[in-house]
């Protein structure tokens, strides 16, 4: 059976998880304990509710959750993860198109950033937020 470009699905687009991002519930003891009791690198703070830690070839950010306007505070005793998946510029919208005929939720359609990304959101069953992203 070969595998024809038109009919597979975008996901498989994916290589590689980018980073990593944590939803800080607490930001007085979460940035401290993984700038001074782990001793990660900081690359880069973009903001006072996202910074950056070079881990290896990965970057783990640690960000205050409040990454959509519209969208609930993650609950307590639930999970704090944002999981973003890097593709093409064209794949983002193909991905919003499959999963949206998957009947999954986005949580905005795919968008262009000021900060260089088109991105689309969504989250997972077990309320994850998850990200497609290209940079342009």
């Avoid at 070079?54 to 609950?75: H, V």
Wanted: one cysteine or more; hydrophobic letters at 45%.
């Amino acid at each position: 059976m070969t595998d024809d470009v038109e009919t597979a699905s975008a996901f498989r687009a994916i290589r590689a998880i980018d980073y990593t991002v944590i939803l800080a519930r607490d930001w007085d003891v979460m940035r401290p304990f993984y700038e001074e009791v782990l001793g990660f690198p900081l690359l880069r703070e973009l903001s006072q509710g996202w910074i950056e830690f070079q881990i290896g070839s990965n970057t783990l950010a640690l960000a205050r959750p409040r990454r959509l306007g519209s969208d609930q505070p993650t609950p307590p005793g639930s999970a704090a993860l944002q999981l973003a998946f890097k593709v093409g510029r064209d794949d983002v919208d193909r991905c919003a198109a499959e999963l949206t005929a998957k009947g999954v939720a986005l949580l905005e359609p795919p968008r262009d950033q000021p900060f260089g990304h088109r991105t689309l959101f969504f989250r997972d069953p077990d309320g994850n937020l998850l990200e497609i992203f290209a940079e342009i």
